[in-house]
């Protein structure tokens, strides 16, 4: 079957003047549809559903997508723990001290053995990962050495010059410095430890240093590695002191509960869960595990801009597009999305990238996201990949919903990225960009119509209408409204034949669930086509691409789980204007013609899964025999289903029961048998054996048990 190009037109401007490689694109075959549903398949986001055929999984991809970014929009301002950024240097009150210790956790930590620690060798460099509770823990380690007051010491000074800064007339026992500065040009080293202990037994005090993960703290520096409690633990021995243990014990039980624990959690989160548990309002139990998720989301996107922190926001947006995707890729495309945000407001901004100096670790954390290995499915078969995913996968349409709505600014470096995606000769690219408008649709659906989709519709890249057909087919998948109304409309317009392109085939693909709407665009378009043809001598490439490409949609549709209303509808048109019969047996041919991995052929085989199916099928097959357009086309779809049928039992048998109703007279079954007599074999073969069987089953049924047995 060939493919079929969506229409072209010189004199349509590329939608993004940046990608010149693109317009080569332009006289390229596009995507068979076949192809084009099977990357929708295989690439799509898994929130998205998978076997998609045109059905809207409103309660799966719903929930996971349209709950996300339209239920999660309660306002809630939580003041998430702890102590702002702001402090510099100073006593901590008692007061906050003795709060902390109500509320710390140390159940299934090293708190013990580090408090140990501490009391032998006065100071501690306290190692973890960013929203842990490390401050809090150096803070219940002075706490419960009784070393108070504690004085909080300034992070910005140098490791060198610490020593030097705790002065003796500190009255201080306890001397806490979070978060400590270190770099390549200011390290931590061993003797910068050696002089601080010395200093603090002088002092008769102790001293704890909380630190995040560097590779500039000298191999000889003994790190006390700080794990928090699991957020299930923290949880169990907080509520209970908030409220009665019965009543604690019925809120632990709520799903909501089991699912906000389901998910990786910061104990800053799980902290103010037990304060809004405490509160037993169920409605705002159950909304705070998303409320938190957008509160992060918020947090990543509302810190001031640095350039090392606009390439990872570039980095979050590229995961939250290709999330499960191969770590490389995600990365790759994130720093050509940095190179289009450094460049917003100033186009002369070409300073280089950073090769190197992104730690996939820290990245990867600071996105609260993993790393993993899978295989990844590739034009050339399954690889192995190193991926990466978000630990929420809800948290990817909200950081879209976040970028597009909240930070306006950033949409044409955004739009600019899309673009690029968009005609990426990698189908797995193209799918989530895709995807990503489809997010946006769902969100606002107007801008991201005039701005993305109906630019790609009317490109000239073929790659990008077909971007556009399945952004439009994944945004109607999650429930973003008016879809079916748009592409009903692109598929009849009469003006506009690259636009109508693309909305023939999103009908193929989205109209399974409303076949006879569905077909009845089709016919209208096909009816257009026909008298266009009937007034004019020569019409132009694009209506021509139209007209090859409205049997494909019906084809999607006959082979779709739709196929039985399909018919139904289909049938009737047999006996209407030339141009529906014309595209009925067209459309019922293309089907015919269809192979895939299966041994039955699918057109074939719904007569087996759907027998009512049967009569519809062996109907359009003798009229497609019988006409002199059509002929040829059904004699070959024939002659592979019987070569399929050698190969396969039950095919032979779904022939042997589907032929003898294909015959109506004594002319069908003359040409019947004299195709089962003259069919060759693959590649010129002698005649499958399983035809002569065949030919015996037009003159009388043949049990399935003797035609499974010959076979």
Known sequence: MSEQAPPTDPEVPSAAPAEDKAAGEAEQPAQEPWAARRDLDEHAPSSMGVGFRGTNHGVTAQRIIGDIITGGKTEHHYNFGGFGGGQVSGEIPARTLDRLAEDFVSEGTLFPELLERLREERVIVLS?????????????????????????????????????????????????????????EQPLREAHMLALRE????????LVITTGRSPYVEDTVALA??????????????????????????????????????????????????????????????????????????????????????REKAFLIALAAFDHGPYALTAELGDTLYTALRSTGDDQYQKPIPVFGTHI????????????????????????????????????????REVWTGHPAARPALIKW????????????????????????????PSAMALIVERWAGARESRRQLTAVSALTLAHRIGAPNIPRIVDVWSTDHQDPKRCWVGVRALGLIGPERPAAALAALQAQARHQYDKQAKQSRIGVGDQQVTAELPQSVALLLLSP?????????????????????LALDGFLTACERSDETSCPPMLNRTLTAPSTSASVSLLLRLALNDRTTNDRAENALRGWVRAADADPGTAQALADLLPAVIAGPRDAARLDHLLETVQGPDGQPRPAVSKRLRAALVRPVPRAQVLQEA
Request: charged content about 25%.
């Open 128 to 184: 973890g990962d960013p929203f842990t509770g490390r401050r809090t823990a150096a803070l219940m380690l002075l706490h419960h050495l009784g070393a108070t007051p504690v004085r909080a010491l300034d992070r910005n000074v140098p490791p060198g010059e610490l020593s030097m800064r705790l002065t003796s007339g500190d009255e201080a026992v306890g001397q806490v410095l979070c978060d400590l500065d270190i770099s390549r």
């Open 199 to 206: 200093r603090m037994r002088e002092r008769n005090a102790y």
């Open 225 to 310: 590695s700080w794990r928090p409690p699991e957020p299930a633990t923290v949880v169990e021995a907080l509520l209970p002191k908030k409220t009665d243990p019965a009543h604690a014990r019925r809120l632990l039980a709520l799903p909501a509960v089991a699912e906000f624990l389901s998910y990786e959690r910061q104990i800053r989160e799980v902290v103010r869960y037990v304060a809004v548990l405490a509160e037993g309002d169920e409605k705002r139990i159950a909304q705070y595990s998303l409320t938190t998720l957008e509160q992060q989301v918020q947090e990543w996107f509302e810190e001031a801009e640095t350039p090392v922190q606009l």
């Open 361 to 400: 670790g820290k990245r990867l954390q600071n996105a609260r996201a993993r790393r993993y290995t899978a295989d990844e499915t590739t034009e050339w078969g399954s690889v192995s990949q190193v991926k990466a995913a978000f630990h929420d996968e809800r948290v990817a349409p909200v950081v879209l």
């Open 418 to 445: 899309l673009d690029a995606l968009s005609v990426d000769g990698r189908p797995f690219v193209r799918t989530r960009a895709a995807a990503a408008v489809a997010v946006l649709s769902y969100t606002d659906l």
């Open 562 to 582: 739709a196929a039985e209303t399909t018919l139904g509808a289909l049938l009737p048109s047999l006996d209407g204007h030339p141009s529906a019969r014309a």
